[in-house]
């Protein structure tokens, strides 16, 4: 296992990436490592962007410096471009996760700007990190029951990576005492999205 | 009940720096809390709001900055410790009743939070209320981490009755909205926690006319010498390492970054660190002798040279040859936040080391779009600013849009495009009164239930008694939305329960408007009808439209 693990979170407001490093960081110190979570919040409109850092291990600065997050967890795949691209945020030798699901931002649809060509977006950053994996997250939370599992989908998919510094289970503990009421989909989501990562790092295209 | 009481003595919790600063001041014995919210100040009140039934403590969402800080004042007077937290700008608001009580210091501990916005997160600038406390006088203190945040919050209720004076604890964005873990210790039960005391008068201490002021601010420079001697030997000011070749000042977040920074270039052994966490007054003492330890000395902290000038004044009285770097050494300015790249590119500049900047792993071909925060489906401010866009019709683009803050500040955006000024909450009102006399376009305020209540009525009160002509609508969502949903006067609740009610119409016309109406603007039609109507006789005299609807989070709980 791993001694230490910077993950960086990107999504959209309103799509629980911050529940997601919450749960994230508690697993972690319930397991006796360091954990250190830097959210940032404000506003209480949907549909800003939101970044959160997750430090595991014993690092002290609550945010990241450029290049150097070991991993990338994208919830929607135009801000998994802008932490690649223009925030810098991930090593080259570090791993990317990402939801393929788009959110259009206003901006787009006010002709503002344009939604990037995802295909083309991807392959170019495939060949420069050390693995890059996708899946539709949005579509498998709906799978498992609830769009509002679509943080639980991306834990799963981040817990079959092996980066994880304190064992899977204690995330797996973490999500199931999260919210007790809706635990049977939470965890069903989180399944599903293990095993999609599981199975795409099986497969021989991935590496 | 919140996490932040749950768990017990010697427990490790993954907790919010304000969580931590909460959970601090109410294992110190807090008895009296008061807010108004604000980013990134809010979850201090929030958190302290949920404890309230359980602790036994007094908590409210004063009006504003400025009354919350006049009720912990008088609290603290009465013997029972009291806090009050705020985003930086709010100590703008409350500053006139903070500057005061310095000189009339205090008798029970009295600590009053400020949480600095460095980058502006959510904030309109960046202010560096460090210069608060030497403006005041206040003793300082400076987390750098949620652990920190807590043991100064704890440690500073007996600081200020020792020393007789409020303590400002100042944190950032970063420490307010960092969780880590932190070890905390026992709760008073309830029954030892001092929620009430007895206010013995001393008129010729708290009255401060001029002749009571005079021998009040000698004294207040007294006690500033003991507080100086307090932060000589205080356990927050501390000196890491051995290195000689440079000695590290640093405060706050920064701390964090430098020691990270110091690790990532492996240069441990050469530096040393000094870090302030009781930063003013200046441990002068300390300081110097750091300053004479080492061959050269850099300062990093964020935002405004206040630590940096005070070396080089100190360094030049004591003739001190030690060569300082601080704001322009590497990424370091007076600008943003600090991270770890803009710190350890200057700890690596002194050093004469390389530090190289890593190429992003993928360049968009294109600028990517942005994407900014919208207001969510079905706001009610949405359907306002519709209605009223209707009403204006071809008069649109003449009219003059003073807008204030809160949620419908995003009326900014395009499709909708209706601000062209702000300046802080309640300029709305006021700035319109300017507009309507030194033009002759048509004026519209807009102003939310909670900006309304919190800095509107004097601007209100003045335009009715000087004539200004211009229309104010006040968006009137039924709660605080932008900060996290907390109530506001205009509602039959507090935070703690049941409350009389303020309403908003019957508080406009005791400021004497005479044209007072009330939408429901999702009601389009009619509210397009009311605002016609309202527009002309605001030509007249001042006018004003409440567009009354509830928030959507409201029902969705959140
Ligand atoms: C002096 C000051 N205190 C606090 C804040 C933080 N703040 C920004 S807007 C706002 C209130 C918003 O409430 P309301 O006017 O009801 O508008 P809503 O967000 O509900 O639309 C607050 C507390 C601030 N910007 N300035
Ligand atoms: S939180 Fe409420 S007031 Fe704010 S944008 Fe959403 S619906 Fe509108």
């Given at each position: 296992m791993p001694e230490r693990l910077k993950v960086y979170l990107i999504g959209v407001g309103g799509q629980g990436s911050l529940t997601a490093a919450r749960l994230l960081g508690e697993a972690a110190l319930r397991s006796g490592v360091e954990a250190l979570v830097s959210e940032v919040h404000g506003m209480a409109q949907r549909g800003g962007i939101v970044e959160t850092a997750v430090l595991l291990g014993g690092y002290r600065s609550p945010i990241l410096g450029r290049g150097a997050a070991d991993l990338l967890l994208a919830f929607e795949p135009l801000e998994a471009l802008r932490a690649l691209g223009p925030l810098k945020k991930v090593s080259p030798k570090?791993?990317?996760?990402?939801?393929?699901?788009?959110?259009?931002?206003?901006?787009?649809?006010?002709?503002?700007g344009r939604y990037p060509d995802l295909e083309r977006a991807f392959a170019e950053v495939k060949g420069h990190v050390k693995q890059f994996l996708k899946l539709d997250a949005t579509a498998l939370a709906q799978e498992a029951g609830s769009p509002l599992a679509l943080n639980m989908v991306m834990l799963g998919a981040l817990s079959a990576t092996e980066l994880l510094p304190f064992p899977v289970a204690a995330l797996e503990e973490r999500i199931e005492a999260f919210a007790p009421r809706f635990a049977e989909v939470n965890l069903r989501a989180w399944r599903i999205g293990r095993e999609a990562i599981a199975r795409a790092l099986a497969a021989p295209a991935a590496s | 009940m919140p996490r932040a009481l749950k768990e017990k003595k010697g427990e490790r919790l993954l907790l919010l720096g304000n969580e931590a600063i909460a959970r601090g001041a109410l294992e110190a014995g807090l008895g009296f809390a008061t807010t108004y919210p604000g980013t990134p100040a809010s979850e201090i009140g929030d958190t302290l709001a949920r404890s309230a039934r359980e602790t036994g403590i007094y908590f409210e969402y004063s009006v504003n900055e400025k009354?919350?800080?006049?009720?912990?004042?008088?609290?603290a007077l009465c013997g029972v410790r009291a806090l009050v937290a705020m985003k930086h700008v709010g100590l703008n608001v409350a500053a006139d009743a903070f500057m005061s009580t310095l000189y009339t210091g205090t008798r029970a501990g009295l600590v009053v939070v400020t949480a600095d916005d460095p980058s502006m997160h959510s904030s309109q600038n960046e202010q560096d209320n460090r210069y608060y406390a030497l403006l005041a006088g206040a003793p300082l203190l400076e987390p750098a981490d949620p652990q920190e945040a807590y043991a100064m919050a704890k440690a500073a209720f007996p600081l200020s009755e020792e020393l007789e004076l409020p303590v400002l604890l100042r944190t950032t964005t970063r420490v307010s909205h960092s969780r880590a873990g932190v070890e905390v210790g026992p709760?008073?039960?309830?029954?030892?926690?001092?929620?009430?005391?007895?206010?013995?008068?001393?008129?010729?201490?708290?009255?401060?006319?001029?002749?009571?002021?005079?021998?009040?601010?000698?004294?207040?420079?007294?006690?500033?010498?003991?507080?100086?001697?307090?932060?000589?030997e205080s356990p927050f000011n501390f000196v890491l390492g051995e290195g000689e070749e440079l000695g590290i000042v640093t405060s706050g977040v920064s701390y964090s970054y430098v020691r990270d920074a110091l690790e990532d270039l492996g240069v441990e052994g050469r530096v040393s660190v000094l870090k302030l966490g009781m930063s003013h007054p200046l441990p002068r003492k300390l300081v110097a002798r750091f300053l004479g330890s080492v061959e050269r000395a850099l300062v990093v902290e964020e935002l405004e040279p206040v630590l940096e000038r005070s070396l080089r004044a100190l360094a030049q009285e004591l003739e001190l040859k030690v060569k300082i770097y601080g704001k322009g050494t590497g990424g370091l300015s007076r600008l943003y936040e600090y991270d770890p790249d803009r710190v350890r590119s200057a700890i690596a500049e002194v050093l004469g080391l390389r530090d190289s900047e890593p190429e992003p792993v993928w360049t968009s071909p294109d600028r990517l779009p942005d994407r900014p925060p919208v207001l969510c489906p079905g706001c009610p401010h949405r359907a306002s600013y519709y209605a009223l866009k209707l009403a204006l019709g071809a008069e649109f683009e003449k009219t003059i849009f003073a807008t204030d803050i809160g949620c419908y500040t995003l009326g900014l955006l395009p499709p909708l495009a209706m601000a062209d000024h702000l300046l802080c909450m309640g300029s709305s009102v006021g700035t319109a009164g300017g507009f309507s006399r030194a033009s002759d376009q048509r004026v519209i305020a807009f102003i939310g239930d909670s900006t309304l209540f919190h800095a509107g009525i004097p601007a209100i009160v003045n335009a009715v008694h000087n004539r200004h002509k211009f229309l104010v609508v006040v968006l009137d969502n039924r709660t605080t939305a932008m900060t996290g949903l907390q109530p506001h006067p205009g509602l039959e609740f507090c935070a703690t329960g049941p409350a009389p009610a303020v309403p908003i119409e019957t508080l406009l016309q005791g400021c004497g408007v005479r044209h007072v109406h009330i939408v429901d603007p999702v009601d389009l039609q009619k509210a397009t009808a009311v605002f016609e109507e309202a527009l002309k006789e605001s030509e007249e005299e001042v006018t004003a439209v409440i567009s009354r609807h509830p928030c959507v989070l409201l029902s969705s709980g959140g």
């Open positions: 570090g791993w990317v996760i990402t939801n393929t699901h788009p959110i259009r931002p206003i901006t787009v649809s006010l002709r503002l | 009354v919350a800080l006049e009720l912990a004042t008088a609290a709760l008073p039960a309830p029954e030892d926690r001092k929620v009430k005391g007895r206010f013995h008068k001393d008129p010729f201490r708290f009255v401060i006319v001029p002749s009571v002021a005079r021998p009040l601010h000698k004294l207040l420079l007294e006690r500033l010498e003991r507080a100086e001697a307090r932060a000589e």
